[in-house]
């Protein structure tokens, strides 16, 4: 991916700050690592944070795994969340909307006569013409 590409205005970057020593950082790798595959215009960074300490200086990580998501030159989040791809997942895609599909939906409400929107099967949340469901 190149990140100075005209076509990319706005490249994301998602970088995981983990320690080859912790056991979630070594299960979580793979999983981290698969996201590439789902997000190709995004370019994703494994950084190990004792390998790399004079890199991520004065930075300290306290808890893992940490994630740093950057849109163009701001960072958008950095913090520690929950090992499962289905969060990381949720995180990227809320700062790459225009490539990727979003997870809820916009029903018309001229399609229901001016009424809030129906769920269509499975379990969903419903807030101001807005259907939340699931990732599948």
């Given at each position: 991916?190149?990140?100075?590409?005209?076509?990319?205005p706005?490249?994301?970057?998602?970088?995981?700050?983990?320690?080859?020593?912790?056991?979630?950082?070594?299960?979580?790798r793979?999983?981290?690592?698969?996201?590439q595959?789902?997000?190709p215009?995004?370019?994703?960074?494994?950084?190990?944070?004792?390998?790399?300490?004079?890199?991520l200086?004065?930075?300290?990580?306290?808890?893992?795994?940490?994630?740093?998501?950057?849109?163009?030159?701001?960072?958008?989040?950095?913090g520690?969340?929950?090992?499962?791809?289905?969060?990381l997942?949720?995180?990227?895609?809320?700062?790459?909307?225009?490539?990727?599909?979003?997870?809820?939906?916009?029903?018309?409400?001229?399609?229901?006569?001016g009424?809030n929107p129906?769920p269509?099967?499975?379990?969903?949340?419903?807030?101001?013409g807005?259907?939340?469901?699931?990732?599948?």
């Open positions: 991916m190149n990140l100075d590409s005209p076509s990319n706005n490249p994301v970057l998602v970088a995981c700050l983990c320690a080859d020593w912790c056991g979630v950082c070594r299960d979580y793979a999983r981290f690592e698969q996201m595959a789902r997000f215009d995004t370019q994703f960074l494994w950084i190990d944070v004792e390998d790399e300490a004079d890199l200086h004065p930075l300290d990580v306290e808890d893992f795994p940490t994630i740093l998501l950057a849109v163009g030159d701001e960072a958008r989040f950095f520690t969340i929950t090992p499962q791809p289905e969060m997942e949720r995180l990227v895609r809320s700062h790459t909307r225009a490539q990727h599909p979003p997870l809820c939906s916009q029903r018309g409400r001229e399609s229901r006569g009424q129906k269509h099967g499975g379990p969903s949340h419903q807030k101001k807005l259907i939340l469901r699931p990732a599948l």
